[in-house]
């Protein structure tokens, strides 16, 4: 019992830092990327990868593959950075799509469909992680990071430069701010924290394959954000939380046809979805008055 | 003669695809709403379809005509019971398409629950194939495709030419508020983009109940390849949408001429990553707006 | 309420879920991870049906002390949703037992099986990876190499097929049909006149056809499995393709069984004669026609089994008044090792794979016949 | 004598922004009334709110007579109001009769009557007659200009709503065009309601001045009486 809440919260805490990553360019920058799962596979097989052949330190896995997913969105996001708005979006649900087809594809590396399988505990200063209590104080440890770095980052000169751009790219420009440099810079630290959740995943689970990294997987951590509210520090972490419990709880009601369960979890989840979007759209925890930089 | 025989089933899928593009090019590049549950729309049409054709017996015609006005009913209603009051209220484009996401969500349990997971698609004779000489096979509904997607295409051109609310969609794919200054409306006019680019996804659908069989989730593929083939024609362009489509069907069946055919899936992507490395506005995209 | 309080209260509220579980004590659990939604559903209900007759006739036997129940966890038929059901059923149930299907998934569950000391069994993947999944990973149905080296000799001798062509899926199921094709074909007298790869996300195989009738097969092997190989065979015979199709046991699938394109294909799978009078095969084909209406599969009786010797084993513990461990149940099972089952002996490897007789056979309208 | 504006404490706003206060102002039938202000004194926004673009939040629009505070775009359109918005007025895209056909389709003017509208327009602005076929965006800013009044009047309109006809044009083609605009409030009586920021030129063929500032009127009038430097600057 205690095994399967501890469980739970890894997995919330873990999509806790992938959300807030999302969150600093969305919520901060105006960036809408739907290919945050694409980074947080990379990572997940950076860090398996590094796992099997390299060292099971997270010191040393989340490290390079922080690097490896900042250097990749750095290749892949300055020409897509080259259009805007919306048709960003479009872009970078299309590199979705393309990592996507290399994690099944190039087998030799990813190990295709069949995934990466055993991936050994996690270690820490030659600690093994392997207890569920521990992974959890290090993927709590972790989110708090993450958490603080973007509390941080976005008080400074680069954060308000981050948000002048998301009000008004123009005007932004106009005041001679790099925007060119300041997004992909933007993207590329997101890419960075969003790889701590990738390492953490593929220890936790010890199993990586193409379908945890889809866009459905995406499209669930903008949900996340956009459900806990975009732009604000906790809302993505409660966005994670809600997220992973409903479908938790639902399982709980017994009293629904068992053979249609779990069609009509991902129903009501479904419902919750389009119903928040209409009634609630800033959030359970948005920004009061979300209409000034939300509209075109 | 292998290279006639894909080139051939190429243009068929491409057909298919263009309408498909199409149809979602038309509602976003209209709207602005990205309309996730445009392959919502394709997944129900081939459902009711196969319901009224293989379940109730109703002649296919009569079947077809149904399940493509329910597409057209089920796209006008989102538009007006969904987009609306969150464009409204919000204007978010990302909210919008979260909920379209949900409303996929939903629609494709609903369907698990009242047919099942697995396939299901029509028995016809028409899916056999025969040669056209030369080696070369087709299928009636190959045919059909094709010509269809040319009917469709020429009613199009028509429509976005020489009508006015087809003028008028394309002025309010260039500027939504210009359309207000003129005193149009474009709740109305949103209203046609969603059931002429529901309509256009139709076919693609009653086609393939029959061809390769339907499933609840085959809704996200239609999105992917009708968002791919919208981003290598151009975002904005109808044109560049079709002509998209056409691209990834011929691509996805050429590529296996000469490539194994594991790889014919990811030549589609591997072109549209092409596309965005090097020309991210499309093939007769305009430069993004501010 | 403040957003502390908020996040207190929804962990409470999960915590309280949590904890409301009925008294576990008096009854034996086991645990089943299935695919109850997404693509593989269809299976999914095949392996829970024959799991949940299992339970009703152990029950009826009064084969164990206490009631015996399964409790049922949705896969999605992904890895992910996998490894939450699986922590639910082993952390929170304490399930000593669970069963699952399909690589992917099995793969993904295996290692919490291996570290929590849960016994897991398949009895619907067949992939040979299947094959190194630890020492409490059971197979309860012969893995696909097996098959394919029983398919082969029958389809050049009996068939006197000369050209074969497979069509297979990227994966390791898909691989080791291709790898057992290549090395099996030429030993008996048959050429593999072409190999064509489909990628798993493809659903459009028109193109696939053009390459397959190019290279005039007189027999073509499709090594895919759920609904996409039933669109698979459809558009390939659709496009064309003339040629009768041969498979492994994943063709035992009622969508093929009701496909006209699919008549006439033969399939190997493992031996299962439905008429035997063994009486555990007869009672299993009787109650199972009379609870579900209609003809069982070799999916419904390999979870039907795989229910079917756990249970065994339990009730081997406790009369030697055992507890009943995961770890205690593996042991049991394989020091019983051979079980009479559903379609005859099985026999467990030191490996937790099982070795089956195996039989060929043919889609005919509306069902299958065995053909050896 | 009913006025064609009879606008009362008018106020209106963006999201929480309020823009316009107690806004009045009355203009006759025919009356060519020009609206002066600083940038972002809301005179755009008033013509916004008279055209129906933007809801008015407090006050009452009298039109003719009839309350047309809660009234739809198309119901104004119907009762006579035509508005040519600021900046760029016409779709870039399409071509000079697609842009004209718009005009013609929002306000429903029945096909066999299209011709006799063009005409109109055409006999006022004959370099839209040659450029018909042409895309809108490839016409100078002056001809762009000209399409834009050009569709405006083919609802055949009493009460015109101009907001900066001037912007992007030369000093010698705004005359034009102002002389344009003068012309047809003469023939066909209608009421104009001009904004415009070169003030002397406003002014000079204005019936009726008013002045804004930070959202409030602070002047009505003839426009004699500020067409004086010193005067105007006090105002401002």
């Given at each position: 019992m205690v095994g399967y809440i501890l469980n739970l919260l890894i997995l919330i805490s873990i999509s806790g830092i992938l959300a807030g990553s999302l969150n600093f360019i969305i919520g901060y920058a105006g960036i809408y990327s739907l290919a945050h799962a694409a980074f947080f596979g990379i990572a997940a097989y950076t860090g398996a990868l590094i796992a099997l052949h390299v060292s099971t330190s997270l010191l040393i896995a989340i490290p390079v593959a922080m690097a490896i997913c900042a250097i990749l969105s750095l290749v892949i996001s300055l020409p897509s950075l080259r259009v805007r708005g919306e048709y960003f979006v479009v872009a970078s649900l299309g590199l979705q799509m393309i990592a996507f087809t290399v994690f099944s594809e190039w087998t030799s590396v990813t190990g295709g469909l069949g995934g990466i399988t055993g991936v050994p505990v996690a270690t820490i200063f030659g600690f093994s992680l392997r207890s569920l209590g521990s992974m959890l104080a290090v993927s709590l440890a972790c989110l708090a990071l993450v958490t603080f770095a973007i509390f941080a980052l976005v008080r400074t000169s680069f954060g308000r430069n981050l948000r002048a751009i998301r009000d008004n790219e123009v005007a932004a420009a106009a005041f001679g701010k790099n925007v060119a440099l300041t997004k992909t810079l933007a993207v590329a630290i997101s890419s960075a924290l969003c790889a701590v959740a990738g390492v953490l995943y593929a220890f936790h689970v010890s199993f990586v394959n193409p379908e945890s990294f889809t866009i459905d997987a995406s499209v669930l951590v903008m949900a996340m954000i956009i459900i806990g509210g975009?732009?604000?520090?906790f809302g993505p972490i409660l966005g994670a939380l809600i997220i992973h419990l409903l479908p938790a709880g639902l399982t709980y009601l017994t009293f629904l046809p068992s053979r249609d369960l779990a069609s009509l979890q991902q129903i009501i989840y479904g419902a919750a979805m389009v119903l928040l979007m209409i009634y609630r759209p800033s959030g359970l925890i948005g920004r009061a008055n979300v209409k000034d930089t939300w509209s075109k | 003669m292998l290279f006639l025989q894909l080139l051939v089933d190429g243009l068929q899928l491409g057909a298919l695809y263009a309408l498909m593009a199409v149809g979602f090019a038309m509602i976003f590049g209209s709207t602005r709403v990205f309309h996730y549950a445009h392959g919502t729309t394709y997944v129900i049409v081939g459902y009711l379809f196969y319901y009224l054709a293989e379940r109730l017996h109703l002649p296919w015609w009569a079947a077809g005509a149904a399940a493509a006005a329910a597409g057209v009913v089920f796209g006008v209603l989102l538009d007006r019971w969904m987009y609306r009051p969150i464009q409204r209220d919000e204007g978010s484009f990302f909210t919008v398409f979260v909920a379209s996401f949900g409303i996929a969500v939903v629609a494709e349990n609903v369907i698990i629950i009242l047919f099942g997971a697995s396939f299901v698609s029509i028995s016809t004779p028409l899916t056999r194939v025969s040669d056209i000489g030369g080696g070369i096979v087709v299928s009636y509904l190959g045919m059909f495709s094709v010509l269809a997607a040319a009917l469709l295409f020429v009613f199009l051109n028509w429509f976005l030419d020489r009508t006015d609310v087809g003028v008028a969609l394309r002025a309010l794919s260039e500027n939504p508020d210009l359309v207000r200054g003129f005193g149009l409306n474009p709740r109305k006019l949103s209203q046609y983009a969603f059931a002429i680019g529901s309509l256009l996804v139709a076919p693609a659908a009653l086609v393939a109940t029959c061809v390769t069989g339907l499933t609840p989730t085959a809704g996200h593929r239609v999105v992917l390849i009708s968002i791919a083939a919208s981003i290598i024609g151009g975002i904005g362009s109808l044109r560049g949408a079709g002509l998209g489509g056409l691209i990834l069907g011929l691509a996805e069946s050429l590529a296996v001429w000469k490539l194994s055919t594991g790889w014919s899936e990811a030549v589609a992507f591997i072109i549209l990553f092409a596309f965005i490395l090097a020309r991210p506005s499309g093939l007769f995209g305009n430069r993004a707006r501010v | 309420m403040s957003l502390r309080g908020r996040m207190t209260a929804a962990l409470f509220a999960a915590a309280v879920a949590a904890f409301a579980t009925p008294a576990w004590a008096q009854n034996y659990h086991i645990g089943a991870l299935l695919p109850n939604s997404g693509p593989m559903t269809q299976f999914g209900q095949l392996f829970g049906n024959g799991a949940d007759l299992a339970a009703d006739h152990i029950n009826a036997d009064k084969m164990l002390s206490k009631p015996f129940v399964i409790d049922h966890e949705d896969s999605q038929g992904q890895p992910q949703p996998a490894v939450t059901g699986m922590n639910k059923l082993v952390r929170v149930n304490e399930e000593p037992v669970v069963l699952t299907a399909q690589s992917g998934v099995s793969k993904a569950v295996a290692p919490i099986g291996e570290r929590e000391h849960v016994v897991t069994i398949n009895g619907g993947g067949v992939a040979p990876d299947l094959a190194k999944l630890g020492p409490y990973f059971f197979n309860v149905i012969p893995l696909v190499n097996y098959e394919v080296r029983a398919l082969v000799p029958y389809l050049a001798k009996e068939k006197k097929f000369k050209r074969i062509a497979i069509v297979y899926v990227e994966d390791p199921l898909g691989e080791a049909c291709l790898n057992e094709l290549k090395e099996n074909a030429p030993k008996n007298g048959m050429e593999l006149v072409g190999a064509f790869s489909v990628p798993s996300?493809?659903?459009?195989f028109a193109p696939i056809a053009a390459k397959v009738r190019e290279v005039k097969p007189d027999v073509v092997f499709v090594a895919y499995y759920g609904q996409t190989m039933v669109a698979l065979v459809k558009q390939l015979r659709d496009a064309g393709v003339d040629a009768p199709f041969t498979s492994y046991s994943g063709f035992d699938d009622p969508d093929l069984k009701a496909l006209p394109a699919a008549e006439g294909s033969i399939y190997s799978s493992q031996k299962m004669d439905w008429a035997s009078t063994d009486p555990i095969t007869a009672r299993f084909v009787a109650d199972f026609k009379k609870k579900y209406g209609k003809d069982p599969t070799f999916y419904n009786a390999n979870y039907y089994n795989a229910v079917w010797v756990t249970a065994q084993a339990m009730a081997s513990l406790e009369k030697k008044k055992q507890p009943i461990t995961g770890e205690n149940i593996r042991n049991e099972l394989l020091a019983i090792k051979t079980f009479a089952a559903v379609g005859g002996k099985m026999e467990f490897q030191p490996d937790g794979t099982v070795s089956m007789p195996m039989q060929i056979n043919e889609l005919i309208k509306g069902g299958s016949k065995v053909l050896n | 004598m009913t006025l064609v504006w009879d606008v009362e404490n008018a106020s209106a706003g963006y999201g929480a922004k309020q823009v316009l206060f107690d806004l009045s102002l009355q203009q006759a039938p025919g009356e060519l009334v020009c609206l002066l202000g600083h940038n972002g004194a809301g005179k755009s926004t008033l013509l916004k709110v008279l055209y129906g673009l933007l809801p008015a939040r407090g006050g009452r629009l009298s039109h003719n007579g009839r309350d047309v505070t809660h009234a739809g775009l198309a119901a104004r359109l119907d009762a006579g109001i035509a508005y040519m918005p600021g900046g760029r007025g016409v779709f870039q895209q399409l071509t000079v009769a697609e842009n004209m056909r718009l005009g013609l389709a929002a306000a429903r003017v029945p096909s066999a009557a299209r011709d006799e509208r063009l005409e109109d327009v055409f006999a006022l602005f004959p370099i839209l007659r040659e450029f018909y076929g042409r895309r809108a965006g490839l016409l100078s800013g002056g001809q762009q200009q000209m399409l834009s009044l050009g569709r405006t009047i083919l609802s055949r309109p009493t009460c015109l709503l101009l907001d900066e006809p001037s912007i992007g044009l030369a000093p010698k083609l705004f005359q034009d065009l102002l002389a344009t605009i003068q012309r047809m409030q003469r023939q066909m009586n209608m009421a104009v309601l001009l904004v415009e920021q070169n003030v002397h030129e406003a002014l000079a063929i204005a019936d009726r001045a008013y002045v804004m500032k930070a959202g409030r009127m602070v002047y009505a009038g003839p426009p004699s009486d500020i067409d004086d430097h010193a005067k105007l600057m006090e105002l401002y």
């Open positions: 975009t732009g604000t520090v | - | 996300t493809s659903r459009q | -």
